[in-house]
């Protein structure tokens, strides 16, 4: 129980103390932090960045906040601040749209157009293939 306690107590105290100091010792920031130059403060940081001073781009296949996302295409088309691609555009805002298709028109009626064709060329087969069976039927028997 006192073992518990005293690991407690040394945890809360070097996290409260080192958190405190870690804020521009001899000058320098925190690892996976940076100096703010406007604020004069240590940040954590940015998106696809890690390790002193936040010098490191994450490493192909990872994105996100200290790299610790792993993408789920390939390496090559993996963003480090947002990770997988995607087949949009970014507007203004900085927000994904997506990019209109121009082919999209004619792919649906094309679809719909070879669904109905199919649709009636087995309801058609049926019918036939009921009507030579009737025929055959009513032949054996009269």
Excluded at 63 to 80: I, Q, R, V
Aim: hydrophobic share 35%; glycine share 8%; with cysteine.
């Amino acid at each position: 129980m006192w073992l518990y306690f005293l690991m407690s107590l040394t945890i809360t105290y070097c996290t409260t103390v080192f958190s405190q100091d870690c804020e521009r010792v001899n000058h320098t920031c925190c690892y996976n932090q940076f100096l703010d130059v406007t604020t004069n403060h240590c940040l954590g940081c940015m998106d696809g960045r890690f390790g002193w001073n936040c010098d490191t781009p994450c490493i192909k296949g990872f994105y996100g906040h200290l790299c610790s996302k792993s993408c789920e295409c390939t390496a090559n088309s993996c963003d480090p601040v947002k990770g997988c691609h995607t087949s949009g555009l970014l507007n203004i805002s900085g927000h994904m749209e997506d990019i209109p298709s121009k082919n999209s028109g004619w792919l649906f009626y094309l679809v719909l157009f070879l669904g109905s064709l199919t649709a009636v060329l087995i309801v058609g087969t049926m019918l036939y293939f009921r009507s030579m069976i009737y025929r055959l039927i009513t032949r054996r028997y009269c």
